[in-house]
């Protein structure tokens, strides 16, 4: 091998990226020149999306065998410093061993983290759904609810946060508490949300939907408020009020992961990194980045690609490709995603599906259910383990035919 291609990450955009560069470098017949890498703690795709859900089961696939199947490395680590000057990426292994790995081509798809604001007692005592740990750690502390004694704040949760994740986090939670505490239980559940409205970012069409079915699943949804203070019995809130309760879920915003910092060039306000079309970093050469690292435009209408798995999958594929084309003498293939929908779950009501960046309603309760479900479990998974099945789609133009 004399080229080396290094992927920082194994999520949705990681995983596809190292699946499109392989499928690359397999089209100009040049495996045994140019090496891939994929760099991240564990050979797993960690199904974020999915993290909201009542039982964490099944949401972190071994890609080992699919990576193996490809011809692509994992290392087993976290890139700790990237050195764009010198070509150079250094590594602390998960065995505690620090390697300085020199590339032709890095990728950058290490993803985003949760936003934490400087809120008093919120890293000590609220929970969150952003990663897999965190949120087993919440299925954790919700079950033994059922052993503490029965107060106001054992039976009440509140979700500080109104937008995407928070709104699918507090309209699974009843249903998820009554199980817990039992089906009598005199639950109470709360969303805080800063701005006047519920789902802010989710525009005006969608919101009587979202609002008339969080009222069904028996969601409080207190707006123009914000969490001030979050102790282990409760939360104090913008407008002096103080809720009694020991379960706090924030889920207010995502910001790239800081190695995003480490890379020439501008950053727009969540951290992520000015990419061109074909996802270079705009400041620093031999550089791509990816997923929710990456700031980047869908269309020629002005609209950003957004943090989420739905983006990250198209993403993937294009760094990838556009990674080893440039090495292997492919044509290099621009980044291009008008279509825009959204598959919100909207707990027992159902989930809401809409299109275009309008969000206008297309499907509701079961139907929409049926989608969500259809994503959740089939089409943000990882493709077989077989190189023919994951190369057939891995194409930088693919689309998913919904
Ligand atoms: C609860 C929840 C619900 C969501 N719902 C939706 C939804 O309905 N639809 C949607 O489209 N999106 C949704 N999202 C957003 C979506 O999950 C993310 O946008 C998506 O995971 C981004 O993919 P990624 O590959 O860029 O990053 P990630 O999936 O975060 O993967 C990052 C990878 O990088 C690795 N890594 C981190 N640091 C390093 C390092 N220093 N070195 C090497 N590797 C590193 C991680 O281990 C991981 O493998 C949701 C997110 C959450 C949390």
Known sequence: MNQKIVIAGSGFAGMWAAISAARAVSLAGKQNQVEVMVVSPTPQ????????????ENMAPDIA?????????????????????????????????????????????????????NVPGLKEHAFNVDQLASASALEKHLKALAHKPETAARNTVVVAGGGFTGIETVAEMPQRLRD?????????????????AIGPDLGPVPR??????????????????GAVAIDAEGVTTSTGERIETHTVVWTAGAR???????????????????ADQYLRAKGAEGIFVTGDVAMVATDDEGHLAAMSCQHA???GRV????????????????YSQPKYVTCLDLGPWGALYTEGWDRQVKLTREAGKALKREINTQWIYPPKADRHAAFAVANPDFVIAA
């Open 319 to 334: 760094a990838g490709h556009n990674a080893a084309a440039e090495l292997v003498g492919l044509p290099t293939h621009p």
């Open 45 to 56: 795709l960690h199904i974020r999306p999915r993290l909201y859900e009542a039982v964490i």
């Open 256 to 274: 790239a992961n800081p190695l995003a910092a480490q890379i020439n060039g501008e950053h727009d306000r969540f951290g992520r990194v000015h």
């Open 65 to 117: 065998p699919l990576l193996e199947a490809i011809g692509v490395r994992h290392l087993a680590g976290t890139v700790e410093a990237i050195h764009a000057d010198r070509r150079e990426v250094e590594v602390l292994g998960t065995d505690g061993e620090r390697v300085t790995l020199p590339y032709d081509r890095f990728v950058l798809a290490a993803g985003s983290r949760l936003f934490m604001p």
């Open 313 to 315: 999958v198209i993403l």
């Open 180 to 196: 817990i505490l039992g089906q009598d239980a005199k639950i109470r559940v709360v969303v805080l949300e800063q701005a006047p």
């Open 208 to 225: 009587p939907v979202i609002e008339e079915a969080l009222a069904e699943c028996g969601v409080e949804v207190i707006t123009s408020t």
